[in-house]
């Protein structure tokens, strides 16, 4: 299976702690959309298996007219083998939702909405520059829950000055709707961006690390009080409500990226678009693939399934290292976990390494302590 990306390269204003592509100028919405129809006609080669799922990413999407959503789902159903099976997924801000909206997104198509609160707290809203302010926040929320009954919540802890109650309290708002599907991410600093660049001149707090991971533990125990499964790091669903594009994405399956700086990957090599609005239409205009291109070699496709696989509850199957690449590499793993399953981080049970609970927040750190330079080696 396989899934496709639209990458909507629009925003109302910024948020300080994003580095992902997007442009204000909303004037040339309407040519970038054309340009994504051409391009996907260009590009709908690439995918050798069918889609299961398409996700309208950003950027907000929800700027996007029903007519617009509409126009980029109907092309992209004759990529699978089923349409009336696939997941449908629409980014939107709290500011963008009101239930009239809201029907006209399943009018068009849209069967999963991912809501992006990013908290309930106006002091967080303000720190991170959102357009939405608290109580759009909470009524968006109850709409969509009214109207939909596969959704997503988008979350952030780890906020610098953030009161670990209102953390809690978060939790709490979301606890009295009760989403099957959440997606819970640590504020990071990414360099660039307007709060790299405050945190800089001091004029915001830096990120507490010891904050975020108390506020991630508290999240994985509230999470699973719940009855949520924590089916990779950041992801938190219902029984049945799991995502089919992140699971997709973490399984390392094959996705096509459609749109300016939109990234794909199908099996054995990754490529994303140029991170340029008129360059993108410009040369999709003119009949070019404005794509870099990059093959992995055997070295970066083991280090990637570590990664990924690592973050997932699943964990990494170590017989499927040995038949991936050679017995040698999955030897060599587990020798390289050893310290980490001694000192209680991670888990060796039934052929597979799983993170421990008190080591899911040190994931990323475990996994790269797993990489190798050189397979067999």
């Not at 990013?118 to 829950?145: P, T, Y």
Request: glycine letters at 6%.
């Amino acid at each position: 299976m396989a899934g496709l990306y639209y990458h909507i390269p629009f925003c109302k204003q910024a948020c300080h702690y994003c580095d992902f592509h997007f442009s204000t100028q909303l004037k040339s919405k309407g040519k970038i959309i054309s340009a994504m129809l051409e391009e996907l006609d260009l590009r709908a080669h690439e995918l050798s298996v069918p889609i299961r799922s398409i996700y309208f990413g950003g950027g907000t999407p929800s700027i996007l007219s029903p007519e617009e959503i509409a126009g980029l789902i109907e092309r992209g159903l004759a990529l699978a083998s089923d349409p009336s099976s696939l997941e449908i997924t629409l980014e939107v801000n709290p500011d963008d939702v009101t239930p009239d909206r809201i029907n006209s997104w399943k009018k068009a198509g849209i069967n999963r909405l991912s809501l992006g609160v990013q908290s309930f707290d106006a002091r967080d809203l303000k720190f991170m520059n959102r357009a939405h302010n608290a109580e759009q926040a909470h009524q968006a929320l109850i709409w969509v829950a009214r109207q939909f009954d596969n959704y997503s919540v988008d979350l952030i802890y780890g906020i610098p000055e953030q009161d670990e109650d209102s953390w809690r309290n978060n939790l709490s708002i979301v606890q009295e709707i009760n989403p099957p599907h959440l997606s819970c991410y640590a504020l990071t600093r990414e360099p660039g961006t307007a709060m790299d660049h405050f945190m800089h001149k001091g004029v915001m707090s830096e990120i507490d690390e010891d904050q975020a991971q108390r506020e991630h533990q508290y999240l994985t125990n509230w999470a699973q009080e719940q009855g949520y499964v924590n089916y990779e790091f950041s992801n938190f669903a219902l029984p049945g409500f799991k995502s089919v594009n992140n699971s997709a994405y973490w399984q390392g399956l094959r996705y096509l990226g459609i749109g300016p700086s939109a990234h794909s990957f199908d099996g054995t090599t990754r490529s994303w678009n140029i991170a340029n609005n008129p360059l993108y239409a410009k040369a999709i205009e003119e009949g070019r693939l404005p794509i870099t291109r990059e093959s992995l070699t055997p070295i970066d496709r083991y280090n990637e399934y570590v990664m990924t696989q690592l973050r997932t509850d699943s964990g990494i199957n170590l017989n499927k290292v040995a038949d991936l690449f050679d017995v040698k590499t999955r030897e060599n793993l587990l020798k390289m976990a050893a310290r980490h399953i001694d000192r209680g981080l991670l888990v060796f049970d039934q052929e597979h390494l799983r993170v421990s609970a008190q080591g899911k927040f040190l994931t990323d750190g475990i996994a790269s302590d797993l990489f190798l330079v050189n397979l067999g080696s």
